[in-house]
């Protein structure tokens, strides 16, 4: 199916564990972001890619990774989970150009507990 | 880091009525984009809005750009139950080496009941 897949949908783990959150697009999207979404302070950014190997730090990168090896993935792992990190995830993609100024298409989100 | 304030934060309406929710920044955007997101779900683009003063309509929904490109408003006409949900406002705000990134503002979440 075209689109953007963010797997799993839910997730509880254990503070110190490390855990992965997986996201897939179908369009060959040169731009990939994570957003973390927390009550009281919106959509934040976490990290984000221009193209495969190409990735840099948004807002709240701490306690973050990511790697891109292939256009349609993007993984973003906890290194050691903290309850500080329980929020809701979002994956997104984009084109990118010079003139025209692309929308985002988000995944459904990732919710994660830590505990 | 630039700021987008959304007001209000918290909506909630009658059937039929009219409402607005405004964008606001001290910064000078190139464009801004409005989104909805319905629980469980991520945000969906509704609009992009490039030029100052620019005013663009989509059913019921019309949005427009500031003058000077620092704020935006979305003014829902006759609300129904469908339009429900959390508005975002977002503009290119983060840069670095992998280029630009959109910010969001914490958003305005609108009820309206029948």
């Known amino acids: 199916d075209a689109g953007i897949t963010q797997s799993p949908r839910y997730k509880i783990t254990e503070t110190g564990r490390q855990v992965t959150l997986m996201c897939h697009q179908t369009w060959s999207h040169s731009y990939m972001f994570w957003y973390r979404q927390d009550l009281g302070h919106g959509l934040r950014l976490i990290y984000y890619s221009a193209a495969a190997d190409i990735t840099d730090k948004g807002e709240v990168p701490d306690g973050y990774v990511v790697s891109r090896s292939k256009t349609e993935n993007f993984p973003l792992t906890l290194e050691s989970a903290t309850r500080s990190q329980t929020s809701v995830y979002f994956c997104a993609s984009s084109e990118s150009s010079r003139t025209v100024n692309y929308g985002y298409t988000f995944g459904s989100g990732t919710r994660l507990t830590v505990v | ?114």
């Open chain 2, 1 to 114: 880091t630039q700021l987008l304030e959304q007001s209000p934060q918290f909506l909630s309406i009658q059937e039929g009525e009219n409402l607005t929710v405004y964008c606001n920044s001290s910064s000078v955007f190139s464009s801004l984009q409005w989104y909805r997101q319905e629980p469980g779900e991520g945000p969906v683009l509704l609009v992009t809005v490039v030029t100052g003063g620019e005013v663009k309509k989509l059913k019921r929904l019309t949005f427009q750009f500031g003058d000077a490109r620092k704020d935006s408003s979305l003014h829902i006409t006759a609300a129904q139950p469908g339009d429900t949900g959390l508005y975002l406002c977002a503009a290119k705000g983060w840069s670095n080496q992998a280029g630009t990134a959109l910010i969001f503002g914490k958003g305005t979440t609108l009820s309206v009941s029948s």
